[in-house]
């Protein structure tokens, strides 16, 4: 059978096979009718704020590239804030959508509906990244099919299409897009990847009319190409923006690896604080400060700590209140030992997973807190990818310390300030030569002789720990760091005793020192205990 050229007159006398019950649109009243029914139903469980939007099924990029929710592509399109947008958007779709469906075989315009709301939020992930709700996409690719309907093919079009898909059409819509990108809280990258996408598939569909003797099959075949393409496309887009990126800390020395949407902020558990970007529910955070302990140490103290304050029964953090605690327990991060503290905090939002690692490095302890929803558990990957990619590296302050004894060579203080970075940051072996050096240009400095005594002994040469110790007790007889390092010295030797005799001395030159005090009555609990 022939197909009539467009324009011709059999085109435009057509018969049509349906009765007045098959010329209804169906498909366009089949999807208001959706729409409608979800709008009721959100819209009994009160306003459509961010967190009810994230709980409905919105388009949030963090939950679709990060936990998997892909299918948020499609969802979005049916959730609208209010009975306004919801009936702006179903007024456009009625007038687009039944000139569309009655030129068009319904299959074909079923596909136009899938590829529209998939362009759109699609379009809104890669280029918005606020929280996403409503069907305005959808009906702007109708209007975008519609127009590329009255350009090829306005002589098989009844009068009313004509008149929807007339010369106007077009302005109309490049005003709106206009007011849009004008306004704030429109998702104009989702209307325009809507629009777009009605353009292209109007080009790729033929109306009823001309594809009379076309078998079924043909239809199958568009319709399909149509949904085809745009789940591959928004697949790509998925992909596209499920990259990582690694964020480097000068200042505390810390390299970690994150999800390229996280964006750096504030939180009271650490100054360096990076989140998905969600106010609520579906929240992810890392968190990360470096604690001087002014002693080298496990990280254990500094874990009991933060499980006892943070995570006490009465204490209250944004995600919840703790209601399982585990640790500290031993860990292994960034190629050294940690511990570590799990909790789980229940809140308005159901639970939320906390873990928290303290990983020791010199005087210093790395405090990384990672927290993540349980609702939705794929997040987990994530922080173990971020735990296990976790880096220190040096921090500023020693890269300076290096550059200072670099541009002065042969200067004592410089030396002497590189020796004193390295053993702080728990390189004591590497500390050893710069403060050698240092001592060796400037003799009667007893605080350059202190760290390298300590030096030493933190390292494990005990002897020649000792022996600083004591030169540098020479020097400074009266000084509270050289009798303090001789305290090091017996406690390296395992003379508890003798110990707290070198501390008891230090105690009398400076009986105001709340740290030699502190020590002095750790010391005496332990010999009172026995140990020696």
Known sequence: MSVPPPGSEDARSAPESRGPLGRLPWVTLGLVGVQLAVYVRTAAAGPLDVDAMVRF????????????????????????????????????????????????????????????????????????????????????????????????????LSPMARRMAGEGVLPTVLVFLWMGWTSVGVDNAGHLGGF??????????????????????AEWLRAGSVVAVAVVVAGLGVLGRSTWRVERDDVFGVSVAMPSSWRQGADRLGRLAFSNGLPGLGRATFVAEAIQTGEPGDGGLQAVHFQESALAAEAVLPEGRPVKVRGPRPAWVSGGPAQEVQAELQGADGVTHLRALFVPRGEFVYQLVFTWPGRFPRYRRVVE?????????????????????????????????????????????????PLREAVRLAPSQVATRVELARAFLESGHVEEGCHAAEEARVYGPSETGALEAGVRCELARGDTERALARLEEARRVAPQDPRLRAAEAALRATVKAGGR
Not at 389 to 417: D, I
């Open 196 to 217: 777009c996408s009605g353009l292209l598939v109007g080009l790729f569909v033929v109306p009823r009319r001309l594809t009379a003797g076309e078998p079924r099959s």
């Open 385 to 433: 990818r971020m735990v296990a990619e976790l880096r220190l590296e040096e921090p500023s302050m020693l890269r300076e310390a290096r550059a200072r004894a670099l541009l002065v060579p042969g200067a004592s203080e410089p030396l002497a300030q590189l020796g004193s970075a390295l053993r702080r940051w728990g390189r004591p072996a590497e500390a050893v030569e």
């Open 57 to 156: 099924g919105a388009k949030v990029g963090p939950l679709m590239t990060e936990a998997g929710e892909s299918w948020r592509l499609l969802t979005a399109n049916f959730l609208h804030r209010d009975a306004a947008h919801l009936g702006l958007n179903l007024l456009v779709l009625v007038a687009a959508g039944s000139v569309l469906e009655g030129a068009w075989r319904r299959l074909e315009y079923a596909a136009l509906l899938v590829a529209a709301g998939l362009a759109t939020m699609t379009s809104s992930l890669l280029w918005a990244e606020e929280v996403s709700v409503g069907a305005s996409g959808m009906a702007y690719g109708c209007v975008g099919a519609l127009i590329v309907l009255g350009r090829r093919y306005r002589a098989v």
